[in-house]
């Protein structure tokens, strides 16, 4: 099994509004991949709620092999899904490790 961790900040210049549009948004587009990519076993996005945090946002996720995160990682929606996220973050931040 492999997990896939990545954290990002909301870009600066976004609202509080838009900030948690954008969430909701980051949150939908990516759990419509869950649904249509093979071999991943859970997939969630956090949208974060305490100041002891210093990211806005993650994606924790754990698929069965190192090649279904490869296709999750190519696979059109999450493109699509990606798109979307770089164009309302900063600070990305990924872990990958197996278990």
Known sequence: MVNHIVLWNFKPELSTEERKEAGATIRKNLLAVKEQAEGVISLDVVINELESSNKDIALI???????????????????????????????????????
């Open 61 to 99: 996720s754990s698929f069965e092999t190192v090649e279904a995160l490869q296709a999750y990682q190519i696979h059109p929606e999450h493109i699509k899904a990606s798109a979307y996220v770089k164009s309302v973050t900063c600070d990305r931040a990924c872990f990958d490790y197996c278990v």
